[in-house]
């Protein structure tokens, strides 16, 4: 309620009106304390005529923050009422010209160590409490301003405290009281030493006008920025010539999209000498006295004035996800030069880009070095006609393990492997391998992640399939842009190999990829820039809409903003999967937007479930440790791989939320950044074991992974299974959603069909009737699966224990049945971890299903005519025909109650159809008399139950009746629509 009335105050009044009010004297702290009539007499005469007040002041807003910050007397003197702020300045003079008189100034007290420690706790807590965030936020008080001034507010309230709030506060245990005992000063404190940030502020962020972006970057506005655009193909030297102007600076940054990139700028200036630091969501590396900077494209500082700044493959300025991030760092890095790397395709849209932001730019245009040549035919051969320096681009994993393993099976190569979920260090060893000339891994299979990151010494590229799968969707074909980079990278001019080489290995897939690589890049265009509202923007937003939740904010936001047509808002699905992940966690703005803007995939239920333990974990005020165990086998298969990169991935997870939220709250970065290396050193193993076991015949695919590679991720065990449920529910929702539209639309056109061939009359009043009847017998059918499911059960334990008696085994099953209860007892003793009790189960589940594997094969020993070891009496026999029997003839029965079941269902779908028909062409009739005489004088369905065998019957008297003009191929046209509807509709209630 105090954050609700505090966004309510805030829209009601203007900065200048909002000055802060100190709380009543009677409250916790009074600098003006009740004096008697002669010193506020005094005081008022000192101090001079108030000014004169607005007519109606804004600031008398009645809201619940207001009476709470603000409960001030009113002055003596006569005239209008005075706005808080300018009571404050009032009485301030009055109290300096009175001198300090008796009982106008609390005097000062000093504190003792044990007051100071529980101060310190005190405002600790006050600092660190979300509700005191949202509240100052209220007062366009941002989590940058909050962070700067709460130390000097200790410091200031510490230093001027007078008794009476001593030990009003040392009364107060740390929680909700002393929070809102404490607000008003703080809020007195930042309105009054940081009014102009605070306005400025404001004015920034007061509507969701993003119309002109590149003003939300006042330091790159003050400069006068020169744009340089790098321009041109795969392997054309862009890249080099944009480093050697950074590298030529006093001080520079490159931006990257790739760790990978990043890493590789960051080792090569060291390497020549040149200090360089690294900076990328998940780890800093800082070198003492380096004036420059390589990092990934969302990490560059935007307040660091630099030289030269360089920013890489700026084409992706239109991607759908990421391209905000290009075009935050083309507006706002602050730097003399600008140097942008890239195709042609964006180069018109940056072009409008530097015209808006009335800077310079300049166009440099590169072609490639050397040629690139489609390869006719295919892949003749198949994969075992493959050659030193050939990269085989396969679109998914399995792809990728099934072609490495045939290759190493089927030639004397070895091959190396490169796709996106590889962490960067292992992917940098893999390409390490392919360019050495003195071992056997002469051939690499990758992924697209081929296409930019690494330096590679291809002489051809071969594309396994010119289509891949994104997300959950179906297979689409490969971007021409995307086909153009990969393909360029054969052929580098600092490779072994005097041209490039391209081709498929389908010889059909060959034209779409000759087509791909003759489009010239000045055909290739990027609209438009992707674009993300900064922090500030959806902060202020969501302080305007308290009651909404989080994840619909984005998706309210994207709708409100106010865009140029140059701009695009950029689709954040993980952000909004994730804010409806955590939307009952109670964190703040600040915390909320960190956790959702987390490298977390919404596909990815494991990384959800470490991305929601860690957020549980925060908002329980809890440290935020990292309880993965990992294993020092090395993996022997592609399953034990996979477990390993998620576990990398869950580690950098980890890792980027450290970076963002104190270090005392993630604790033990360097251990988690040890098991991270630790982590990449076992894949790296694992790749050339993998590659052994290729070579001596075995099948890595169907090895089995092993439980200790299994339970690594077994801490998130209990976050996984509520996301797979909540995921199943979610599925089975949109499925029914789904089909109960189907149902809608078929059977509107299953009543259109009635209502053209005559049969509306009446139907009306039988629809209720249907209705009640299909509820009537759904609750007869539920009941009597009930009965019937419970009477199988009973008749099968009968049979069970009878066949165990007759089999003289029944006292050994018991033994056998303790037995195993004590060790599932043993196994799960009260207080053991719970992912050991679900290993324990899972054991126990397993042990169970061998015994009746083995029970099943010693019944098949024996022809499947008796008991384990012994054949079965006649009689028994007899028993057994019967009950299978009985069986049969339940599921016949039950399967025929569901098909009446859905005959009724359907036709309730029907009939109510057409009673929305029916009203429509009542109303029709009354202005069309003749046409309803006929329409009356047409036959109709009497009962429902009749439907199916009477609809031709019914649409051949619909065509006999008065309305003789319709002929015979009518009659059976109309039947025959009306069988194919009825049958569609069917088969949509199964």
Not at 305 to 330: K, S
Not at 921 to 937: G, I, S, V
Request: charged share 25%; aromatic share 6%; net charge neutral.
């Amino acid at each position: 309620m105090a954050v609700a009335s505090a966004r309510a105050a805030r829209r009601a009044l203007s900065l200048r009106q909002l000055a802060l009010l100190r709380p009543a004297a009677g409250g916790l702290h009074a600098c003006m304390a009740d004096g008697g009539a002669a010193a506020a007499a005094a005081a008022t005469a000192a101090a001079g005529p108030p000014p004169v007040a607005p007519a109606s002041p804004l600031w008398r807003y009645d809201s619940p923050l207001l009476r709470h910050l603000s409960s001030l007397a009113e002055p003596e003197a006569s005239g209008p009422t005075l706005p808080p702020y300018e009571q404050l300045k009032y009485r301030a003079a009055a109290a300096v010209k009175l001198g300090g008189a008796s009982g106008v100034a609390q005097p000062l007290v000093t504190l003792s160590a044990g007051q100071r420690t529980h101060f310190n706790g005190l405002l600790r807590k006050f600092q660190l409490s979300g509700a005191v965030k949202d509240q100052a936020l209220a007062l366009y008080v941002n989590s940058k301003l909050y962070a700067e001034a709460m130390p000097q507010f200790q410091e200031w309230l510490l230093a001027g405290m007078d008794g009476q709030l001593r030990d009003a506060l040392m009364s107060m245990q740390v929680g909700q009281a002393a929070q809102e005992a404490l607000f008003p000063y703080f809020a007195q404190f930042v309105l009054e030493r940081y009014m102009e940030d605070i306005k400025a502020y404001r004015e920034m962020v007061q509507t969701v006008d993003l119309r002109k972006p590149h003003q939300w970057f006042p330091v790159a506005r003050a400069l006068q920025r020169r744009i340089i655009y790098h321009a041109g193909p795969t392997n054309s030297g862009k890249t080099y010539n944009a480093l050697q102007a950074m590298r030529g600076a006093q001080s520079g940054v490159y931006c990257g999209p790739l760790r990978l990139l990043a890493m590789e700028v960051y080792d090569t200036c060291n390497a020549d000498g040149l200090y360089c630091n690294l900076i990328t969501g998940q780890e800093r590396r800082e070198v003492p006295g380096a004036e420059h900077t390589a990092c990934t494209v969302e990490m560059v500082n935007m307040q660091r004035r630099i030289d030269v700044a360089v920013i890489d493959e700026i084409q992706m300025i239109g991607d759908e996800t990421r391209g905000w991030a290009w075009t935050r760092a083309l507006m706002g890095v602050p730097a003399n030069e600008v140097h942008l790397c890239g195709d042609g395709s964006a180069v018109p849209l940056v072009r409008r880009i530097c015209e808006d932001m009335g800077e310079s730019f300049t166009l440099n245009e590169y072609d490639r070095f050397t040629k690139l040549t489609v390869e006719e035919g295919g892949l003749e051969g198949g994969y075992g006609a493959v050659q030193p320096g050939d990269c085989i681009v396969a679109f998914s994993r399995k792809d990728i393990y099934s072609i490495k393993q045939y290759i190493e099976q089927e030639t004397k190569h070895r091959a190396c492997v490169v796709y996106g979920a590889l962490p960067p260090e292992t992917r940098r060893q893999q390409a390490k391998l392919f360019n050495e000339e003195d071992n056997a891994y002469r051939v690499m299979v990758a992924s697209d992640a081929v296409g930019m990151g690494l330096n590679l010494n291809i002489r051809r590229v071969i594309f396994h399939a010119v289509t891949k799968r994104e997300g959950a969707k179906a297979a689409v074909p490969v971007s021409v842009s995307m086909l153009k980079q990969i393909a360029g990278r054969a052929g580098r001019r600092s490779s072994q190999w005097p041209e490039g080489l391209a081709t498929c290995r389908d010889p059909a897939d060959v034209a779409r990829l000759q087509e791909a690589i003759a489009v010239p890049l000045d055909q290739l265009t990027t609209p438009t820039a992707g674009l993300f509202p900064e922090f500030e923007h959806f902060e202020v937003f969501a302080g305007q809409r308290p009651d909404e939740p989080y994840s619909s904010l984005l998706q309210s936001f994207e709708r409100e903003a106010l865009l140029d047509s140059n701009y695009f808002f950029c689709r954040q699905e993980s952000v909004v999967a994730a804010a409806a992940m955590l939307g009952e966690l109670g964190l703040s703005v600040k915390d909320m937007f960190n956790f959702c803007m987390a490298p977390a995939s919404a596909y990815d239920l494991r990384l959800s479930a470490a991305l929601l333990q860690f957020a549980t974990k925060y908002s329980k005020g809890q440290p935020v440790t990292l309880d993965i165990s990992v294993p020092d086998r090395v993996p022997a298969s592609t399953e034990e791989l996979r477990h390993m990169e998620a576990a990398h991935q869950v580690v950098m997870l980890w890792l980027w939320l450290s970076y963002r939220f104190d270090a005392e709250v993630f604790p033990q970065r360097d251990k988690v950044q040890a098991l991270a290396d630790r982590i990449c050193l076992l894949l790296d193993k694992g790749l050339r074991r993998l590659t052994r076991m290729s070579k001596s015949g075995i099948d890595i695919a169907e090895l089995p992974s092993r439980p200790e590679h299994e339970s690594i991720l077994e801490c998130f065990g209990d976050e996984l299974e509520l996301l797979e449920s909540q995921r199943r529910q979610q599925r089975l929702s949109e499925a029914r959603s789904k089909r109960q539209g189907r149902r809608r639309t078929v059977a509107t056109e299953l009543a259109a069909a009635l209502a053209a061939a005559g049969g509306l009359d009446g139907e009306a009043d039988m629809a209720g009737e249907a209705r009640q009847e299909v509820a009537s017998e759904q609750g007869t059918i539920n009941a009597q699966r009930r009965r019937e499911a419970q009477r199988e059960a009973r008749q099968r334990r009968k049979n069970r224990l009878a066949e165990q008696q007759a089999a003289g085994g029944a006292g050994e099953d018991r033994a056998a049945g303790k037995e195993l209860q004590r060790q599932q007892e043993k196994a799960v003793a009260p207080g053991q971890h719970r992912h050991q009790r679900r290993q324990a189960e899972k054991q126990a589940e397993r042990e169970r299903q061998r015994q009746e594997k083995e029970e099943q094969a010693q019944w098949a020993r024996v022809g499947g005519a008796g008991l384990p070891g012994k054949r079965r009496t006649p009689e028994q026999q007899a028993v057994h025909a019967e009950r299978l029997r009985a069986q049969r003839e339940r599921r016949a029965e039950l399967k025929r109650m569901r098909l009446e079941e859905r005959q009724r269902e359907a036709m309730a779908y029907v009939l109510g159809e057409a009673e929305a028909a029916a009203a429509t062409n009542a109303a029709h009739a009354a202005h069309h008399p003749t046409k309803a005489h006929l329409h009356h004088q047409r036959p109709v369905v009497a009962e429902e139950s009749q439907f199916v065998g009477q609809q031709q019957q019914h649409a051949g008297q619909g065509s006999g009746g008065s309305s003789q003009g319709s002929g015979s191929g009518e009659a059976s046209g109309s039947a025959s629509s009306l069988r194919s509807g009825w049958n569609r509709l069917m088969s949509l209630f199964k």
